[in-house]
């Protein structure tokens, strides 16, 4: 009876020890899940920045694009106006000429 008793002990401890170790690894795979998780939702948040960061650079890429544009219009609208300060002249000069021949008679 007594070894029978011991057997019985020793059953006991050993369903104890599996126990605790499903309760370990359960523990251990919680663990590991929860860090997972944690480093999901930092890398998600991270691409969130990025997405965010690359659009505010192609916020700023338009607006430069928008300003060299309005400079490339203004610089057009400069020789247009260089161009028709330059036909007044030539009319101008053409009256002057004008004036000079007929003062010349």
């Known amino acids: ?3 029978y008793g ?5 059953y006991g401890i050993n369903y104890s020890i599996y ?3 499903n309760i370990i690894n359960g523990l ?15 890398n998600n948040g991270m691409d969130g920045h990025k997405n965010a960061i690359n659009g505010t650079v192609n916020v700023i890429f338009g ?3 928008s300003i060299n ?7 057009g609208l400069k020789n247009t106006l260089c ?3 330059n036909a007044i002249e030539g009319i101008n000069n053409a009256i002057y000429g004008i004036n000079n021949a007929l003062l010349l008679r």
């Open 69 to 75: 544009g309005l400079n490339n219009g203004m610089n």
């Open 83 to 85: 161009g028709i300060n």
């Open 19 to 21: 126990a605790f170790n």
């Open 6 to 10: 011991l057997n019985n002990a020793i």
């Open 28 to 42: 251990n795979t919680g663990i590991v899940k929860a860090i997972h998780a944690i480093f999901n939702s930092i």
């Open 1 to 3: 009876m007594y070894l």
């Open 63 to 65: 607006l430069k694009n």
